[in-house]
């Protein structure tokens, strides 16, 4: 894929100090990797999922850290392992959605609202899908299973969903779904 030179350097970019380069970060991301190795000349173009592939390999072809040394002190036996290199410690969480923290409150389910858009039968020359329709059905019922209201939930499906009916779908539940104003209406998370 790289030269073993590039891959060389972006690794030695990643085992440095921003601060040694004068930037005010204390860890590299991925991206920062990518500019630097641009900025130095290591490289025409490079992406941060590139640099993370990188350093998934370099990781995935280090030799296993050395057998812990043990050693027998006045308390017993002990090990001196050295800590294993943490990818992720030095560059941050991977790119991509992480996962949300979960809100300290949200609203009872008879307080929700949902608007939902499904297409299986496109117009042409878009290719039709397989079960976009029937899977935003499915989830209506699945909500008022949990409790949400009917009147809360708006379904467009196929030729129903134009582009106005989307975008009024829009400005309604941009509309219902502002946040509570009473604290009455919002419950602890279950």
């Known amino acids: 894929m ?18 040694e380069q004068g930037l005010p970060i204390s860890s590299w991301t991925c ?4 500019q630097e190795a641009v900025k130095r000349g290591v490289v025409g173009s490079l992406s941060a999922s590139t640099v993370r592939r990188i350093l998934d390999e370099v990781a995935a072809a ?4 050395p057998s812990p040394v043990v050693t027998k002190g006045p ?12 990818v992720q410690s030095v560059l941050g969480p991977p790119p991509g959605p992480q996962p949300d923290r979960r809100p300290e409150r949200v609203a009872a389910p008879q307080d929700r609202y949902a608007f939902l858009v499904g297409i299986t039968d496109y117009s042409r020359p878009t290719v ?5 329709a029937a899977d935003v059905r499915f989830i209506a019922r699945r909500l008022e299973l949990a409790g949400w209201s009917r009147e809360n939930i708006r379904v467009l499906t196929d030729s129903r ?5 989307v975008r009024d779908g829009m400005a309604w539940l941009a509309g219902e779904g502002a946040p ?7 419950s602890p998370v279950t």
């Open 2 to 19: 790289f030269a073993p030179v590039v891959v060389a350097q972006v690794k030695a970019i990643a085992c440095s100090l921003p601060a």
């Open 31 to 34: 991206a920062e990797i990518a």
């Open 62 to 65: 280090a030799p296993p850290p």
């Open 75 to 86: 308390e017993g036996y002990r090990s001196e392992a050295q800590p294993e290199f943490d």
């Open 128 to 132: 039709d899908t397989i079960g976009g």
């Open 161 to 165: 969903a134009s582009g106005r009916a």
């Open 180 to 186: 509570a104003r009473s604290p009455s209406s919002t």
